[in-house]
């Protein structure tokens, strides 16, 4: 370290902040004082984007100088060419800008920044300015730059040198303050300098958490920058154990393939969007599990420059109740929908949701034969009925006929396309005919009885939305309205539905067949006995109506593949072999949804509207009317998606996340740890993510950055104890000194001691690192987390220590509030002291997934973790006995 000189990179650095400081604060007075009236000679009426980009531009620009005032540069590289030259390159988190000084400066995000995250002693070959050079990195100083009132300072500087190794450097200020001292006492002189120097260690110190955030990585390791500047167009999942910045990495990503200006050739062809889709910069979402996790997520957004609004930072919950109901038409709404969502409802085989494969193609199957089934039945109605001039529409249907079941049916919608107009003409005019017809019936019965109709209005009122409506029904008219839609005119209702029982009767009396005892419509004729149409003028009504119900099947019956996947789960789960090998219990009330079932529809819905979508017939003529369902579920692609801790997730869930990606970019992102799954629906293995994408890439990183030594030998141990995952085992940088200390336990603890036990290792914590650094105290259940709260509370009350209940994971906290949780709110999250109380209880409570929660609750701890037993230790953890201390105190 002597021959080090320290206080020279110390004078660099600090006078670098400072001109990139001033030069980035004159740039804004500059741009500040052009305004924009220096663009009011464009045209705004035939440019009006033009102008919405260049403020976007120009505030984007505004954003990123105000980010260098507050934080100049957070590394500085010194590298070497193949000719041997050295160069010194300053690196800023997302922004560069010429300096004065002619110093090098550019931003993390640019190609040249990628030399951030090379190891030492490794080449690069980079391109700049369409050239390709090597370089290999010297030596490496990562900043965290702080304005003072004496000037810039870097807290924490990392600095790593080829041939010198690792030092941490407490502050770079102090080096130069000790070496400017004046005074006339040498003493004092020699003291400066020596308090100084014990600011600068070897290896890389550990920095105690004493704020709630996630951790800010403003540079990429070796491993994690590779995954970060893969194509816009890659589908990966990081996988690897707590601590590893995996979740740093996805949001870095995102920033970067945000920042157009920094892509490559070939992904700015993937960003390009056309006027009516949401531009490239806004175009993303990421899923998260839980809704304190957001919050943190949308922080460390922030700190990258990229807005992130509640849009943009979602739970799957809460996007998939969206979605179900506002734009799939699933759920129920005052206007439509089919199903009633029942969280609590448990009624799929244990084996569907560990691994719902099966299931769902299962009932894709189902789907497309039930869709085939239609189309097989129709061509048998129409041809029936068919009029003599629909001669050629009978002979196409009927070679049809031959074929539906050896081809695919988007096959089938492509061809269909050619004949469509014809078929249009035909219905035309045979509903014409019915149309007068019914309309006659119609008047006749109004002027024998005029108030059939609200006397019939009256009666619908009364029938219930559950009864079961009629498949065939749906096709007697061109206005497939929903049943339980009713109008503000209750007469127009009544109307309405009499036509519609009269078709549905008229056809079913032409073709022979009943009405289905539960239909509405049969429920219509009951009500009207003898006031229904003569058999003879029925069946004159009902050939036209079967001939229209059959032909209606083939026009734009490529809608049906999307807007027919809710009719068909209702009857998918009726069939008595599907009952057998997948439901524990046969639905009573049909209209009732499981969220996994959900899952399942929305995401059959997704896949066959990408199928669609992606067919030339389709694409070259989206934007018909025809296509308008199409296009309202393609607003929902995004250019990135990405998932946080993923494999809380259950397979048909990351598939629906992956089916929301654009079919351009096809981007999807995923991070997750196997060993952390909390929750019974996540997915287990890799050969479910490949089921999920065939094409998926799967990345491990396992350089832990989060915790010490001891509890990451700790945590290792109960991997091996648990039967985890190893090849997940974290492993800490060789140049880390965070020794850290043994975990500790507390058994026979009852009520109270456990209480006072945990409130006297809180002040021991306090004590050891001379502040209050970030605490949490975990419990088994969310009745738990207040009484904990408030009884801890008067324990620590008189050292002015404040607890606070977070309850459900929504509740933060502020400052240094000790935090309790419910376990299954925490993942994502770090803490300097994690209390773990009551983990025998858990083990007696949640067998299954006991052992997850106790790795996920021990890998939130950075440096202290405690155990809490109110009985004794589980006996699955007897072997780790002799890891635990019983205090941290002397």
Not at 214 to 237: K, T, Y
């Amino acid at each position: 370290m002597a021959d080090i000189d320290f206080s020279t990179l110390a004078e660099d650095a600090l006078s670098t902040f400072s001109e990139i400081e001033d030069n980035a604060t004159n740039k804004l007075s500059f741009e500040n004082n052009m305004g924009t009236d220096s663009f009011a000679s464009g045209n705004t009426l035939t440019g009006n984007q033009a102008f919405q980009n260049l403020a976007s531009i120009k505030q984007a620009n505004r954003e990123q100088l105000i980010k260098l005032c507050h934080e100049p540069a957070i590394a500085r590289l010194v590298i070497g060419d193949d000719n041997e030259n050295q160069k010194v390159i300053y690196i800023a988190r997302n922004a560069n800008l010429p300096l004065p000084s002619g110093r090098a400066f550019a931003s993390y995000r640019s190609p040249i920044g990628r030399l951030a995250e090379v190891a030492l002693g490794d080449e690069a070959k980079i391109t700049i300015e369409g050239k390709a050079q090597l370089f290999y990195v010297i030596e490496k100083t990562s900043f965290r730059p702080k304005k003072e009132a004496d000037g810039w300072d870097s807290n924490h500087t990392q600095y790593r040198h080829y041939y010198s190794g690792t030092y941490s450097i407490e502050s770079l200020r102090a080096l130069l303050q000790a070496n400017d001292f004046e005074s006339a006492d040498e003493l004092d002189q020699l003291l400066e300098q020596a308090e100084a120097q014990s600011g600068v260690s070897a290896g890389i110190s550990h920095q105690v958490r004493t704020a709630m955030g996630l951790r800010d990585q403003p540079i990429l390791d070796q491993f994690q920058g590779e995954i970060f500047r893969l194509p816009l167009n890659s589908q990966l999942i990081i996988l690897g154990p707590p601590g590893t910045g995996k979740t740093t990495t996805l949001i870095k990503r995102l920033g970067q393939k945000l920042d157009v200006e920094s892509l490559e050739a070939e992904e700015k062809r993937f960003a390009e969007t056309s006027k009516d889709q949401e531009q490239h910069q806004s175009s993303w979402i990421m899923f998260t599990p839980s809704e304190l996790l957001k919050h943190y997520l949308k922080e460390a957004f922030s700190r990258e420059q990229v807005p992130a609004t509640d849009s943009h930072i979602r739970t799957w919950i809460s996007f998939r109740n969206d979605i179900a109901r506002n734009t799939l038409g699933i759920l129920r709404t005052a206007n439509g929908g089919k199903f009633t969502l029942k969280n609590d409802l448990s009624n799929l085989a244990p084996a569907v949701i560990e691994d719902a494969s099966r299931w769902y193609e299962s009932f894709e199957g189902f789907h497309e034969q039930r869709l085939k089934d239609q189309l097989k039945d129709g061509i048998v109605i129409a041809t029936t009925a068919a009029p003599d001039t629909a001669a050629t529409i009978s002979k196409n249907l009927q070679k049809l006929g031959g074929e539906i079941e050896s081809r695919k049916l988007i096959d089938i919608y492509r061809d269909l396309e050619t004949f469509e107009d014809a078929y249009k003409s035909a219905l035309s005019d045979s509903k014409t005919i019915a149309e007068d017809l019914l309309k006659k019936e119609r008047n006749r019965l109004y002027n024998k009885d005029k108030e059939i109709f609200h006397r019939l209005a009256k009666y619908l009122e009364t029938l219930q939305q559950e009864n079961e409506p009629d498949d065939e029904e749906l096709f007697d008219d061109d206005e497939q309205e929903d049943a339980s839609v009713l109008s503000s005119n209750a007469i127009q209702v009544a109307v309405k539905a009499y036509l519609s029982a009269i078709r549905a009767l008229a056809r079913t009396k032409y073709l022979k067949r009943s009405m289905p005892t539960k239909s509405r419509s049969l429920s219509i004729i009951r009500f009207l006995e003898t006031s229904i149409p003569s058999d003879n003028i029925l069946v004159e009504i009902g050939k036209h109506i079967s001939f229209q119900n059959g032909l209606r099947r083939f026009v734009n019956s490529h809608k049906r593949y999307v807007s027919d996947v809710s009719t068909s789960y209702r009857d998918f789960r009726k069939t008595k072999t599907v009952i057998e090998n997948f439901y524990d219990t046969e639905v009573t009330n049909t209209t009732q949804l499981s969220s996994i079932e959900l899952d399942v529809i929305i995401l059959l819905m997704l896949k066959k509207s990408r199928q669609l979508m992606t067919q030339g017939f389709v694409g070259k003529a989206l934007d018909e009317t025809k296509y308008s369902y199409l296009v309202v579920i393609s607003d929902l692609f995004k250019n990135q998606v990405m998932v946080d801790e993923a494999t809380d997730f259950s397979m048909l869930q990351l598939a629906c996340m992956e089916s929301l990606t654009s079919l351009k970019s096809k981007s999807f992102f995923a991070c997750g740890d196997f060993n952390q799954r909390i929750t019974s629906s996540g997915i287990r293995s890799q050969q479910q993510l490949t089921w999920i994408l065939p094409r998926i890439s799967v990345k491990p990183i396992q350089l832990v950055y989060r915790q010490s030594r001891i509890l990451n030998e700790f945590a290792g141990e109960l991997l091996r104890i648990q039967n985890g995952d190893l090849s997940a085992l974290g492993m800490i940088p060789e140049e880390s000194n965070h020794i850290g200390v043994k975990p500790v336990l507390c058994e026979k603890a009852g009520d109270d001691k456990s209480i006072t036990w945990i409130a006297e290792r809180i002040m021991e914590v306090e004590r050891a690192v001379q502040q209050l650094p970030t605490i949490a105290v975990l419990v088994n259940s969310e009745e738990e987390v207040k009484p904990m709260a408030e009884r801890l509370a008067n324990y620590l009350e008189h050292v002015n220590l404040s607890v606070v209940a977070c309850e459900e994971g929504k509740a933060l906290g502020e400052g240094t509030d000790i935090r309790v949780f419910d376990i299954q709110h925490i993942k994502g999250l770090e803490f300097e002291a994690v209390f773990f109380a009551g983990i025998d209880k858990l083990a007696i409570e949640k067998p299954d997934l006991f052992d997850r929660y106790l790795y996920v609750g021990a890998t939130r701890a950075a440096t202290y973790l405690a155990l809490v037993c109110y009985d004794s230790l589980p006996t699955s953890l007897e072997p780790l006995r002799g890891s635990f201390d019983l205090s941290w105190g002397e």
